[in-house]
C-alpha cells in the first residue's frame, strides 16, 4: 500500500488524472475540513438545481449511480493507494441525493435530511460501521453512505407520520 498522499501532491494527482475527478467532487473532496460533509453539500446544491424528478426515475439513477460509483471509486482508491480515502466524496453524494428523493423539497426538510444523513455517516451505527470496515473496494465505499442515507430517509419519513 502505498503512503497517503500530502495534501498538495493529492490535489495534482486528482486533477491531473480524470478518473478521480467525480469520486473526488469535482474536487469537493479536496477541501481541507470535512471533505464528506462538502460533498454532502454538493450534493444539496446538485439537487436543488435540478428540477423535481419522479421517484420512478430518481431510484433508478441512483441504482445506477451507486453502481458506476463501486467501480469509479474502487479505481480511484486503488491509484492513490488508500481503501477510502476522506476526499472520495462520491458516496456522499449519491447517498445524499437518495436520502433527498424521499424528504419533501423544502428548505426545513432538506436540512433535516442533511442533518441526519451526516450523523449516520459519521456515527456510523450497526450495520453501517461492519460495512465500511469489512468490505473492501468500491462496493465497501459506497456501501456504508447508501446504509447511512436509508437511515436518514427512514427518520424523515418516521417523522412525516408524526401527527402535527
Do not use: N
Amino acid at each position: 500500500m502505498a503512503r497517503k498522499p500530502s495534501p498538495p501532491d493529492l490535489a495534482r494527482q486528482v486533477f491531473r488524472d480524470p478518473v478521480h475527478w467525480l469520486p473526488f467532487g469535482l474536487g469537493s473532496g479536496l477541501l481541507p475540513v470535512a471533505p464528506g460533509t462538502w460533498g454532502s453539500l454538493l450534493a444539496l446544491g446538485i439537487f436543488w438545481a435540478l428540477p423535481q424528478i419522479p421517484l420512478s426515475v430518481m431510484l433508478p439513477a441512483l441504482a445506477v449511480a451507486f453502481v458506476f460509483g463501486c467501480v469509479i471509486c474502487g479505481m480511484s482508491a486503488r491509484r492513490l493507494g488508500v481503501h477510502d480515502h476522506g476526499g472520495i466524496v462520491f458516496d456522499e453524494i449519491v447517498g445524499m441525493l437518495l436520502v433527498l428523493c424521499v424528504t419533501p423539497r423544502t428548505p426545513g426538510w432538506t436540512l433535516a435530511a442533511f442533518l441526519l444523513f451526516r450523523v449516520f455517516d459519521v456515527v456510523k451505527p450497526s450495520p453501517i460501521r461492519e460495512a465500511d470496515h469489512r468490505i473492501p473496494g468500491g462496493l465497501g465505499i459506497m456501501l456504508d453512505d447508501v446504509l447511512a442515507a436509508v437511515y436518514a430517509a427512514l427518520v424523515v419519513r418516521g417523522v412525516m407520520l408524526l401527527p402535527p
